[in-house]
């Protein structure tokens, strides 16, 4: 099935999911592109994922506030207008710096983040997860999380 072109507007989004605290809004799934996805990242101080992999490129670019990313150990401090590309099997993680952070993501080629948070949040509830329930989802949905 060849791609489609396609324009969405915020009328046009579903729900937003709530993956361990950040508000993830899917813009474009692979499903809907044939290739990529880009989601939409909001989130208070302190949220952010651990350290982790997956076999799919992704870039972040941010929007809004201070995000810490952190790449194969080095931490960089991203103000608004800065991108972060991480190749695949690249490990690393970020955190949000201050209240009102706003990250667009884009996966490359192959990537299933839009999979894996749709399954995030409907298999984990709001507040501290059950760690072994959140590591076997992930590992389900090609990603692993570092000690």
């Not at 996805?37 to 651990?50: H, S, V």
């Not at 749709?118 to 298999?123: D, F, G, I, M, N």
Request: with cysteine; charged share 15%; glycine share 10%.
């Amino acid at each position: 099935m060849k791609a489609q072109p396609f324009v969405v507007t915020p009328k046009d989004y579903d729900p937003a999911l709530n993956v361990l605290g950040i508000k993830v809004t899917v813009l474009a799934s692979n499903t809907a592109t044939q290739a990529y996805e880009i989601t939409r990242q909001q989130g208070e101080k302190g949220i952010g994922p651990p350290p982790h992999s997956h076999n799919w490129d992704e870039s972040f670019y941010v929007v809004a506030g201070e995000v810490e990313f952190t790449c194969s150990g080095n931490t960089v401090v991203c103000s608004p207008g800065t991108l972060v590309h991480v190749p695949a099997g690249t490990v690393h993680s970020f955190r949000y710096l201050v209240d009102g952070c706003d990250v667009l993501e884009i996966t490359g080629q192959g990537g299933i983040a839009t999979q894996m948070f749709t399954a995030v949040s409907r298999e984990i509830p709001p507040g501290p997860p059950e760690v072994p329930k959140l590591l076997e989802v992930l590992k389900q949905n090609g990603v692993t999380v570092q000690a």
